[in-house]
Structures are given as structure tokens and as C-alpha cells.
């Protein structure tokens, strides 16, 4: 498992990871959420042959230097190495100093299949608004119940018929 620092640049720093032909993307969010992703993901690069990129949004308030956050950027890393070490994941873990969770589209190419978790509600979560946010940004970002629901594309809902 790798763990690297990535600017809201983009720029990568850490140990080099070999390309693959496909990557799927988990964007951190919730312990929850983020184990709900990481389970589907692992189900996902099983049938694909894909490995697995957690990304971990470190924000850092306006207040803040982004070169020297208050809190360690490590630290957002390791607490979600746990996740991935548990589903016995080869994971590469990204984490993007930034200042919304939402930069992490900078970090992404233009094909990426990006799986955000969360719990649905019938307000929208935060989750659920970084996966709209994601999609009308260009990405195919598919939301994971983490109570358990299927994955499904974000916007896609089930139709009710009206009476």
C-alpha cells in the first residue's frame, strides 16, 4: 500500500505506483462511506483487473497556508489505511492538501470511474453533493449507500409512478 501527498496543484509526492490499465477511484468521505466505497471498489477491480486509488481530501481552511497545514496531511492518510488494510486492498492512497473536497477532480483523468460513499437520505448529504459535484464537472462518479443499497450512477433514481 502506498501513501502519497498530493498539492491542489496535482503534484505527487511520494513512491511511484506502476500503471495500469484501469483505476478506480474512491474519494474519502465518512468512515462509513468510505468503507462502503472501498468494499464495492474491491468487488469492482476484482472482475476488472483494476487497482484501487483512495483519495483523501485534506482540507485546509482559508486561514491556513496550504505548504504548511496545521494538522499533518499523513494523518488524514493513515486513518483510512485501516479501512483498506482490513478489505485486504493493494490501495494506493492519495491525499490532497486542498480547499474543498471537491479539488480532487484536479487529480483525476478525463475516463475515471470515481465511487463516492454515503448515506442517502431525502435531503442530499454532503456525500451526495460531492458526487453532483463531481459528475457536472465531467467524471463518472457513482454514489455508495453505505447502508448497503447498490451502486448506481449519480442522478440516476428509481422512477415513481405518479397517480
Known amino acids: 500500500m502506498n501513501l502519497e501527498h498530493v498539492s491542489s ?10 500503471q495500469q490499465c484501469l483505476s478506480i477511484y474512491v474519494v474519502a468521505t465518512t468512515d462509513r462511506g468510505t468503507q462502503a466505497a472501498l468494499a464495492a471498489a474491491a468487488r469492482y477491480a476484482s472482475d476488472l483487473d483494476a487497482r484501487i486509488v483512495l ?14 497545514p496545521a494538522d499533518a496531511p499523513a494523518f488524514s492518510g493513515e486513518r483510512f489505511r485501516e479501512f483498506a488494510d482490513t478489505l485486504g486492498l493493494d490501495t494506493t492512497i492519495r491525499v490532497c492538501v486542498c480547499r474543498s473536497a471537491s479539488s480532487v477532480t484536479a487529480l483525476l483523468p478525463q475516463d475515471a470511474l470515481v465511487l463516492v460513499g454515503g ?17 457536472h464537472r465531467g467524471v463518472r462518479a457513482l454514489f455508495v449507500d453505505a447502508a448497503g443499497v447498490a451502486c448506481r450512477p449519480y442522478g440516476s433514481s428509481t422512477s415513481v409512478a405518479k397517480r
Do not use: I
Open 9 to 18: 496543484a496535482g503534484h505527487v509526492t511520494g513512491p511511484a505506483t506502476k
Open 55 to 68: 483519495l483523501v481530501p485534506h482540507v485546509v481552511p482559508y486561514a491556513q497556508s496550504l505548504e504548511h
Open 119 to 135: 448515506r442517502r437520505r431525502w435531503w442530499r448529504s454532503r456525500e451526495e453533493r460531492l458526487a453532483e459535484t463531481l459528475t
